[in-house]
């Protein structure tokens, strides 16, 4: 671990006393290894507030900033820095040690081995820097020559030591951590439902999920894993009350997501960017790759969005504003550009993005049922209309209770008839 960049966690303070146990075990494990071993720093505290959805009542959960101490072992002035993981698809997984980077180069690089000075068929391969900033590609069977010790499984166990502390961190927030058994899904399956999670239930990141506490909403990737792997009645019934059932748009979703990720640059782009490419480039998706390939799908969306934004601007004028406010009208020939699901504590909302014949952009923010909206399909709507704004100069038309269709005509009232009266005189 690097001493100048070390990493923090955000941890319900509820969960130190597990922690700690499981960080006593791996402790003792450092010894055996010679590594030193890991200690915590204890940060401010701080409340995240949560809402039981059930209730609607509104309760806190105390959290702590938790700081990791320790220091990356060296070996003659040699210290690990990444491991490079060939998949099926040719590519390199780079796995980097928590707090530390290598150079863009290793994402290509080959399976040499810069002490045997032999490229053969090797799974992984090490890369270390030297305290003088010289970098090394060294083989498994190698590394313990190269560095002049007399164990490799004692170097590689500390490899693993060091790799293993950071996913423990963050498996250990899933439902079901430390029960699975290695499952591979196919690559469409699973972004499929993730597509469907994220339209129902919102985008929720692993790491948002954990600051959230024990007894909170799973992730994103995690419903995603249990609604495609595990066949219990309990999760059935999530599926039937989410309505968790992928539909074509779904499908659609997930193939342009994927198509999109395998397209990504690999020179360039930033660590997260590059291995979501090789995640998505492989055929199936196993546990270990769940969390990252999960998040192609809200990756997709933002992009989306940002050439959205893109194609607004090199239109040649920003539009109109339509309707007046306050009335409720019908809008004939509305495209639907786009439909965003945003996770909010009171459930998801869905902004929805429309467009006129003229290129007028009106939005509704649907707290409801959206699944009658498609992406692409031309319909006539009726809204109220709420109020004039502007997006970044953009103008737009914020619309409310929008329904399918044009507003019925109103039947004319029959005009009252005075009754006629005799022009006979009256008798009386």
């Excluded at 720093?41 to 209730?55: A, I, L």
């Excluded at 998505?280 to 998706?285: M, Q």
Aim: glycine share 8%.
């Amino acid at each position: 671990m690097n001493t100048t960049e070390r990493p923090i966690y955000q941890i319900p303070v509820n969960n130190l006393r597990d922690l700690q146990t499981k960080l006593d075990e791996m402790n003792r494990r450092a010894v055996r290894l010679g590594c030193e071993p890991i200690a915590l720093q204890f940060g401010e505290e701080f409340d995240v507030e949560r809402r039981c959805e059930r209730t609607g009542i509104k309760y806190k959960i105390k959290y702590i900033k938790v700081e990791v101490i320790g220091e990356t072992p060296k070996l003659n002035g040699w210290k690990l820095m990444a491991s490079i993981e060939k998949q099926e698809s040719g590519e390199n997984l780079v796995r980097c040690v928590p707090g530390e980077t290598v150079p863009e180069s290793y994402r290509t690089t080959d399976a040499h081995c810069d002490h045997c000075n032999s490229d053969r068929r090797r799974k992984e391969v090490f890369i270390l820097k030297h305290d003088d900033g010289r970098f090394a590609q060294v083989g498994r069977q190698c590394i313990a020559d190269f560095l002049g010790h007399q164990s490799v499984e004692n170097i590689c166990g500390r490899a693993s030591w060091l790799f293993s502390f950071s996913e423990e961190m963050n498996d250990a927030c899933d439902e079901g951590y430390g029960s699975r058994v290695e499952i591979t899904l196919p690559i469409e399956r699973f972004v499929a439902a993730t597509a469907i999670c994220v339209r129902r239930l919102g985008w929720l990141s692993k790491s948002k999920a954990a600051e959230m506490g024990e007894g909170g909403p799973m992730s994103t990737a995690g419903i995603a894993w249990t609604i495609c792997t595990d066949p219990h009645k309990s999760v059935q019934e999530l599926i039937e009350k989410e309505n968790l059932h992928a539909e074509e748009r779904d499908m659609e979703i997930a193939t342009e997501a994927i198509a999109w990720a395998r397209g990504l640059s690999v020179s360039g782009a930033d660590d997260y960017l590059y291995n979501l490419g090789v995640a998505c480039r492989l055929e199936s998706v196993t546990y270990r790759t769940s969390g990252i390939v999960a998040s192609v799908v809200a990756a997709y969306l933002r992009e989306q969005d940002r050439t959205n934004e893109l194609g607004m601007k090199a239109k040649r004028t920003p539009g109109v504003h339509v309707g007046v406010v306050g009335e409720r009208q019908g809008f004939t020939g509305v495209t639907v550009k786009s439909l965003k699901y945003i996770e909010s504590i009171y459930g998801v909302k869905t902004l929805c993005r429309f467009e006129d014949k003229a290129g007028n952009v009106l939005i509704w923010w649907c707290s409801g049922d959206s699944d009658w909206l498609k992406e692409g399909e031309t319909i006539d709507i009726t809204g109220t209309v709420k109020k004039h704004g502007d997006y970044k100069g953009w103008l737009q038309t914020e619309l409310s209770r929008v329904a399918s269709g044009l507003p019925k005509a109103k039947k004319a009232r029959k005009a009252k008839v005075a009754p006629v009266l005799d022009s006979q005189p009256c008798p009386f």
